[in-house]
């Protein structure tokens, strides 16, 4: 038998670990923030934004891995998004569980956990060179839209399903056909929670560097076509600090590395919040 | 109308195969690249063996695979502890403000590019180990401290829907039966919520194990055995990051090769976590 006094004592003891745990995590994240903030700020001039990097990326700005990044992750989004959300459509109003529908779940949640240096690998044996495509934005916009694939799906899965039944029934019951029903109810009320998903890979996309290195290359030249070439931010960021290029270049592309982060998971939240408060 | 409907769901169908198609063809291929050295060089040898001198024609990958291993098991040393109590935190003890701070946090943590941690761990954390504790520096204990971090949104979000999946009644009739509150959450709730707990570290570990440039950054990527935490380690994933710009030929093959094994080990952790939240759901 536990006295009461040692039951509420542990009690406490647990409380204040806990609270510590949640401060801990928190202070770590801030940390991390505040060191790569507090130096790269000072230098995101609108220079830095507007040049491209000259001399391996020891002067000038950071233009081209801009552009190399948005490019890439427009081609990844461009593959995976109609994708993902037909797959959801088809798991959620075409099939109930059945064997294939779990089998394509399995699929895809085996999916999520494949490590990003693998879709590299993957990317680079099979678009670059058995369809030939080079390092180039076509093979690292295809290897990054494997990888979010998953996510586009679940997140779209989960935005049908908040739809409530009802508005399929008054669909069929007009006389509409299942496909109707998708295009003209389905989709129009799940559009924001899709959005969601999909703003959340694109983040993915930005961040992403092990798959990218592989697919897409490195070369600092502006692209010109689907098939050039490109280094993004991540890429640049990490051989700028990696090989010790320039530690105030390094910094400068972190930060504006984190702020973009920061801005489209604030977009995505801002979103969902929205979503969820007009639905409830 | 009937048909044109047919006809959609045919295509829906097709593209609902694509995600299992696409890990088909991932397998395809790296099998297809990797497969053919392990035959060559033989699997024992192969997994077995300490010696990683490509040019000289030697591919063991032990060292790496005991890499990988050390690295997660730190991870998870300090990443399972403090990722319970963030879930137990967030689903039974929210004071509201601070839930509202922690729990952009925990999303802000999963948004962060791997290159960002590994750049923090390699300026503020690998001088740290280096003058406070010794060695390199560039070592397990830095990177697990930072692979602890990186699998804490995995963690938490998984752990808390399952801790939040749990039927009312049974913190209520812990609580009824006189418990504590940490009583119900200890004795009642982490247990009854097990089999999600258990399928979020081993995502964890999935996650911890794959990842690549956080690791090159910070491991240090010396091809030996380690013996302590403060040695420098390679990986498996930052065996094929580091080499894959250069390697060609046989070289080339063997970094393949590593990504075989690599993918099975996270194929086996991916389908028992899978199982395991299966059987949660049912």
Redesign the interface.
Known sequence: MISNRTRYLTQNVAKVLIWTAALLTIGVMMLILFQVLAEGLPVLHPRFFLDSPKNMGREGGILSTIVGTFALTLVAIVFAAPLGVGTAIFLREYTRETRISRIIRFGTDCLAGVPSIIFGLFGFVFFVIFLNMGWSILSGGLTLAAMILPTIISTAEEAIKTIPYTYREVSFSLGGTRWQTVTRTILPSAIPGIFTGIILSVGRSIGETAAVILTAGSSLVMPTSLFSPIRTMSVHFYILAREGISMEMAYGTGAALILLVLIVNTAANWLLNRYIRHRV | ??A??KI??R???L??????S??G??AL??F??GLPLIWKVGPRAFILGERWVPSQGSFGILPMIVGSFWVTFGAILLGV??GL??A??LSE?TPPL?AM??R??????A??????????G???LVPLVRNYLGGPGLSILSGSVILG?MI?PTIISISEDSLRALPPYYKSGALALGA????A??RVMVPAARSGIVASII?GM??A?????AM??ILGNAVKMPTSFLDSARTL?TN??IE??YASGDHRQA??AT?VI??LI??I???S??ALSRRRRS
């Open positions: 109308m009937e044109k409907d959609i769901e295509i829906l169908l593209i609902a195969f694509s995600s299992i696409i890990l063809l991932i291929f790296i297809g690249e502890p403090l109590a963030c137990i935190f003890w601070i701070v922690l952009p946090t925990i999303q802000l943590l948004a962060i590019p791997s290159v960002i941690y590994g750049f923090w390699l300026i503020i971090f804490l504590t509150h940490w009583q959450i200890w995502l999935g996650r194990i794959g990842e690549t440039m090159i950054m994933t094929i990051g894959m710009g970094l393949f990504g690599l993918f996270i194929m952790l991916n389908s976590a899978i």
